[in-house]
């Protein structure tokens, strides 16, 4: 069989704000889509300005990496993703594995990754060479990484591919998490999915240039198409449109105006016409509440205004096939604010409860889709009489 990704998290552009170390260990946990007796790492250096090295890499099935199987060294070039050599490593789909890289020589780190959500990914990372990091599994707490985009295995019979794109609601991991659970029930082994979300990120607009981390946003979903299309990929589920909204108003030094409703209705139908020429299925949730961080009762300068398009947004974007309106289901009842429930703490991303109650409203349709066209493979479980 070929090489296929059994998990993948797409590392992003921080050159405007690097992380520099004297030696660096971290360690990562990712949990895999499909399983293969055979492995191998991808490491990148996409955004890098010199060659990165990385003296020890290490994969186990434990975090304390006992028994841990070598990779081996590895130096990755500038503008470069390297997959390792393979080694006889059997990953399982569900199965969490930890990956360990350790750099004893000062570097810059260009290639950045985060999560919150701790359940399918983690990661550690600690400045001394000779040190395994310990896991953090609050789910308030970032945990980053580092030039590592994901593994690959050589399944027994091809996935599907589906792309996980959109800004911070993406990338934080509590979406996420809801979809690969639910995922992992319903077609074990069968479907893979590729995180390409980036905290910041805009559906029409680059990042902003006027600061940090604004800098950090990456460019416009409509002009990463690239990065979703080059794949094999059968579905995109994309959350994005708020950050268009909202960041003018968090960011008045950008001096970018709230955008129209009727640019970022023709911002979705690109997005959604380009995946088409691809064939591509596109599914969008509705945006719910967009908030600045303070007193959630009340509208800052800007909000209403914000609240208002967003309002129109979703009627129109409710009237499309391809929109599932989750909005409301994750909404406080009478109110512009999430519901308590669903709410991280600032009023603008999703707790872990929040991210499986919107995966859960997705996943009807996403599940339809896999099925419709014999994208994946659907497993129905028994416990006794219990459907699982």
Known sequence: MEWQSAYYQVPHDFSAYPFSYPQLSQLVKVTPFLSGETTRLMMTNHYGKAPLTFERVAIANQPTMAGATEVG????????????????????????????????????YYDYTCTFEPSWVNAGVARQAGKVPRLNDRWRVRKSWFSFAGLETQPTQPATVVN?????????????????????????????????GISGNRLALAAPT?????????PALVDRLADLVT??????????????LLLPVDNPGGDEPIPSVESLVQAFTNLKSGLAAHGQELIVPTLAPLRLAGEPTLFQPGEKEVDQKRRTLNQWLGSQPWVVDTAPQLTAPHATVLAPENDFGDHLHLSPTGGRHLAELLWPRIKGALMKHGYARITILFEGCRDQ
Do not use: C, H
């Open 164 to 196: 996980l794109t959109g800004d911070s609601l993406v990338e934080t991991g509590m979406l996420a998490a809801g979809l690969f659970t639910l995922s992992q029930r319903d077609f074990p082994n069968s479907v893979t999915w590729r995180m390409t």
């Open 210 to 218: 006027n600061q940090l981390p604004e800098k950090t946003f990456g």
């Open 231 to 244: 794949v094999s990929a059968k579905l995109t589920v994309a959350s994005i449109g708020g950050n268009d």
């Open 73 to 108: 060294a590895v130096t990755i070039q500038p503008g470069q993703t390297l997959a390792t050599t393979p080694v006889d490593f059997q990953v399982e789909a569900g199965r969490p594995v930890y990956v360990l890289m350790v750099a004893e020589r000062p570097q810059t």
